[in-house]
């Protein structure tokens, strides 16, 4: 999944993309929700688990929204190294 760029690194937006993968399966999955759970409980945190998969679906919209901007700034830096 991840694409690296030119000089052999990988990419923030591949990052964000894995990312947003990871975020969805994890609000999907009740195994991965109820150990979410019982971490957070161990550390006195007494959360929901509609509430961490809410949380998690949040988190992979947000990291949708980060990765179209890094495109558009990406974008925009190559768009004006052109016009240069």
Do not use: W
Request: aromatic share 4%; with cysteine; proline share 1%.
């Amino acid at each position: 999944m991840a694409i690296p760029n030119g000089d052999g690194t990988v990419g923030v937006g591949s990052t964000l993309v894995a990312a947003e993968k990871g975020l969805d399966a994890t609000a999907e999955s009740k195994t991965a929700v109820k150990a979410v759970q019982s971490a957070l409980r161990e550390e006195g945190h007494r959360v929901s688990q509609g509430a961490i998969r809410s949380g998690a679906k949040f988190g992979a919209r947000l990291t949708i929204y980060a990765h179209v901007g890094f495109a558009v700034n990406d974008g925009r830096k190559d768009y004006n190294a052109c016009r240069e």
